[in-house]
């Protein structure tokens, strides 16, 4: 299979992964399976928003026009003082061929004093243009570095306001390559593009102006390499841009792929998917050495193809130099210093070459660059409110309606009303919508239909920061950082006191644990938290819970993963944190929610039941059917 062909299987394979993209069910997160955004461009086309790549790039540098306006001046400065040396050389070389044929012919002898000179001037021009070049780089440098570190700042910003609908169905393993790979191809290409393309313009001027000076017509002879010039770039660039794309794209699938198989690796080798993954990975692979191979390649004709022209003209230019001299139309000298000149504005040429191939790299990581921080993030409401002071907890659904997507709903006609600091648990088979309902309190997502109102106020007058905080989450799925027990379990309220924190761990049942470990509080977690247990993991997030001190709180699954007595006496200490706090407890394990103020039980997204726990065991229906099925004796 070709290369095109290759990627026009995986684009289409994107599109119907984005079309069965629903996150339905308990709303875990559904990964993408090595594929990376479908917007990406696919070989073949011409890209999208080339241009719009390059105007946003410079937009973006808009803070920097001062710095960029002195690199312009000292370019030019150096440009004129580097473009005058050969002129001024050439009128060394004229005296002394003028010396020579005077000694010939008895009428005088060398001025070396007017050629010392002469030289000495050549050698300052030179000088200066040489100074000139390192303040301009300085500068540029500078300039760029900015541009790169305010972009990660932009991009970091950027991921907290997303939905999170974006991370469910985007590669985690695809944003890191837009946040490295791409910012650093940008960065790298700003720096040396814009510069030596700057420098290469105002060269290619100055050493034009300075031929004119010297003979009209040998110029023109000397200009005609230029369309020419022009010509093979553009066939070049227009034949190896879309390759350029293609690499920018498969760098950031085989970013998601290796960050997708190292997270899960215990998962590849229980399943014994080694071989599997090492196809798949082998087969991205070879898409990007396949698109890199040609970029780089047709990138490397560039150069050499411009060296190809401008030796044609340089020819062309000696002949006619040499037809003049014969005539007595021009001097020695300034053969010389044209013959000079010929080479010098090929190399402006080739360099417009090169920076053409650094434009086409930088416009390909420029566009997924800005393309990412052009998508859609969480947009409050105009007039949202900033605060939610001294809030009861009376939470409401009044005819909720919600689909990930608009044809597909998934809660479809919710309605309950919680009174402040009752206990609600919500059960149902998997894909009942339960975890749904979390992310619509929450404002993950917001309802297509109907209301969720706090305190009788709808969710969608405040803030989704100040929503937010107002609540303590522990979620089946446990998230640790890299960094000690202490500082993960803080993670919940960074100003708590050592005292606090120690009480929210006992109360999590997970002090003893903790002080058994080496450095107990001050233990290193690695990036996964995997030195650790899976249920020692569940313990320290429900107690950076308890330290949060919120007065609504979501527990998702938050002992699935502990053993029966530890359940039970972190069931002791969940009874005391949800005193006096409205709480809404997603369980599987039905034994756990006995003691809850409200059993919601749902299916296909609406509450079929809702009672007490001996209510619903007495009507023999769905709660009833669900509970039992949990053990072997019935009734």
Known sequence: MSFEEKDTKLNKEDQAQEEQQTGQGDGRRQRRGGRGPSSILAPGEKPKNFRKAIKDTLSYMGAYKFAVAVVIVVSALATIFETVGPKVMGRATTLLAEGVMAKIHGTGGIDFEAVRNVLLMTIALYA?????????????????????????????EKINRMPISYFEKVQTGEILSRITNDVDTLGQSLSQSISNFIWAIISMAGIVVVMLTINVTMTLIALLVIPLSALVMGVLIKVSQKHFQAQQKYLGIIDG??????????????????????????????????????????????????????????????????????????????????????????????????????????????ERVFEFLDEDEEIDAPGAEEEMSDIEGAVEFTHVKFGYKKDQPVIKDFSASVAPGQKIAIVGPTGAGKTTMVKLLMRFYDVDGGSISIDGRDIRSFTRRELRDNFAMVLQDTWLFSGTIRENIMYGREDATEEEMIAAAKA???????????????????????????????????????????????????????????????????????????????????????????????????IVEQGRHEELLAKGGAYAGLYYSQFEEVG
């Open 257 to 366: 792929q290796i960050e997708e198989t190292f997270s899960g690796h215990l998962v590849v080798k229980a399943f014994n998917r080694e071989e599997r993954m090492t196809e798949e990975f082998e087969e991205s692979n070879g898409m990007l050495y396949e698109s890199a191979w040609k970029s780089q390649f047709l990138s490397g004709l560039m150069r050499p193809l411009m060296r190809i022209v401008s030796n044609l003209g340089y020819a062309a230019v000696v002949v006619a130099g040499g037809i003049f001299c014969v005539r007595g139309a021009i001097g020695v000298g300034d053969i010389q210093a044209f013959v000079q000149y010929v080479k010098n504005i090929g190399q402006p040429i080739q360099d417009i070459a090169q920076i053409m191939n650094q434009v086409q790299s930088m416009a390909a990581a420029a």
């Open 128 to 156: 200066i243009g040489a100074i000139a070049q390192y303040v301009q780089a300085l500068i540029m440098t500078n300039v760029t570095q900015k541009v790169v570190y305010n972009m990660r700042h932009d991009i970091s």
């Open 508 to 606: 999590a049942k997970a002090h003893h644990f903790i002080k058994t470990l080496p450095g107990g509080y001050d233990m290193m977690l690695n990036e996964d938290a995997t030195n650790i247990s899976e249920g020692q993991r569940q313990l320290l997030t429900i107690a950076r819970a308890v330290l949060a001190d919120k007065r609504l709180l979501i527990l998702d699954e938050a002992t699935s993963s502990v053993d029966t007595r530890t359940e039970e006496e972190i069931q002791k200490a969940m009874d005391a944190l949800t005193e006096d706090r409205t709480s809404f407890i997603i369980a599987h394990r039905l034994s756990t929610i006995k003691n809850a103020d409200m059993i919601l039980v749902m299916d296909h997204g609406d």
